[in-house]
């Protein structure tokens, strides 16, 4: 295209050293051309039915038009919009040209004769058959010349910067939620170790103030629920510390070639201690001897701890448990099944966030942190494995982990 001399009021300016003004410049239809085509911003200029009448190198690129199949078309067919593609029909007639802003602003131009300023254009376009997603920003101008009115668009593709601004945003949220998740874990944690703390205190201020009046027995009880009292809390602790070492990212996995029956048959047999003195026997039951998992073996034993110590902790005495391991072709499937109280269908979601306990409560007073789930699935996920809850109230659960065998 080739643009004729428009003669402003603009002071000249001489360049440097050149001895050339600017308004000679300007006057010059080469320098305009050169301006024209190298300009990056895509400009190309539309007749009042809004087709197509020139476009420069940059338009060429940024829409991947040629000549051909860009000139004295109207302007969404050209371009590649995707609300003339989806609805094919023409550009000013889908139900979307209403609410177009490129459209809007061309036309405001026209009818008002006027510039329009830097809009964000959000759109699909098909281009070269394929769709993206561009974020333009345009502005419009009107001219007059050679007795033809015209509206000229100049646009810039700012999707790459849109698209950062997008993700930065996103990441921006994300960490004032991970910043808020950790100001409530933090006080959630410090209210649940004060508990332990409290009574440990009460207890030893008895026994510092009325040592000499405390009966051998008194002083055994007291001193039985300080001892029992303080392994809670350092349990407590060491859930918290493994939450939040996990959480931060730090999941030290050592995985090692493991006999995967002797696994579970050890973490069984410790756990029927504390079941048999519930009258809750352990089923344990395998599809083969041989299972050779490739695991970090104590992660995975604190899975099972948790999960068989929770079977234990919400059924009742005469309640069963069952642990079965299944090897398919890619998993080993272990599952944990009870008969105890179930879990409210509610309450499933959100079994594995942090501190998070529901109204069905242990059948012997048994304590917990509410983290014990929340670890599992962390070490679970680390091992690339899958964690299912099924679960009925009234009737039992059943918490079945997948581990891949490779
Ligand atoms: N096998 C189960 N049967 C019934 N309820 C369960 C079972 N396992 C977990 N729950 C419920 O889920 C909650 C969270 O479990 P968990 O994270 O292990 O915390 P904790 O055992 O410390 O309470 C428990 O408090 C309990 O309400
Ligand atoms: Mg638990």
């Known amino acids: 295209m080739v643009i004729k001399k428009e003669i402003g009021n603009l002071q000249k300016k001489t360049l440097a050293n050149s001895g050339i003004v600017i308004q000679d410049l300007k006057e010059s239809n080469e320098f305009l051309n050169i301006l024209f085509n190298q300009i990056t ?11 197509i009448q020139s476009f420069n190198d940059s338009f060429k690129t940024l829409f991947d038009a040629t000549d051909e199949i860009t000139l004295g078309k109207i302007c969404g067919n050209a371009l590649g919009c995707i609300n003339v593609a ?4 023409d550009c000013g007639t889908t139900k979307n040209c209403e609410e177009c802003q490129l459209r809007l602003s061309m036309l405001t131009s026209f009818l008002k004769k ?3 300023d830097k809009s964000l254009l959000t759109r699909e376009f098909i281009i070269n058959e394929i769709r993206i997603l ?4 345009f502005s419009t101008r009107y001219i007059h010349f050679n007795n033809q009115e015209m509206v000229i668009i100049i646009v810039d593709d700012v999707t790459d910067n849109e698209i950062f601004k997008i993700e930065l945003e996103n990441k921006n949220k994300k960490l004032l939620e991970l910043n808020q998740q950790k100001n409530e874990l933090l006080g959630v944690a410090a209210h649940d170790i004060r508990n332990p703390l409290g009574v440990i205190s009460s207890f030893s ?3 510092v103030e009325a040592v000499d009046e405390l009966q051998p027995d008194n002083l055994k009880e007291m001193l039985g629920i300080i001892y029992k009292t303080s392994r809670f809390a350092l349990h ?3 859930d918290i510390l493994d939450y939040s ?3 931060s990212g730090i999941l030290e996995l050592k995985i090692e070639k493991t006999d995967y029956v002797a696994l579970v048959q050890e973490n069984v047999s410790r756990n029927e201690f504390l079941s048999i003195q519930k009258s809750i026997p352990i089923e344990f039951t395998y599809s083969s001897a041989n299972i050779i998992a490739e695991i970090d073996p104590k992660k995975i034993d604190q899975v099972l701890n948790n999960l068989i110590g929770n079977a234990i902790k919400f059924s ?3 309640n069963s448990i069952k642990v079965n391991i299944i090897e398919e072709k890619d998993y080993i499937i272990t599952s944990i099944e009870d008969q105890g109280q179930g879990i409210p269908e509610k309450d499933i979601p959100h079994l594995f966030e942090p501190f998070r306990q529901t109204s069905i409560k242990s059948t012997n007073h048994e304590k917990g942190s509410g983290l014990g789930l929340a670890i599992v699935k962390k070490i679970i996920d680390g091992h690339n494995g899958r964690l299912v809850v099924s679960s009925k109230q009234g009737e039992g659960s059943i918490f079945s982990f997948y581990l891949p065998k490779h």
Request: aromatic share 8%; glycine share 2%.
């Open 41 to 51: 911003s895509a400009i190309f200029m539309v007749d009042k039915d809004v087709r």
């Open 86 to 89: 989806e609805s094919n029909a």
């Open 114 to 116: 006027i510039p329009t």
């Open 134 to 137: 561009k974020y333009l920003q």
């Open 205 to 207: 201020e008895i026994m």
């Open 236 to 238: 407590l602790l060491d």
């Open 245 to 247: 070492k996990i959480e």
């Open 316 to 318: 009742f005495p005469g």
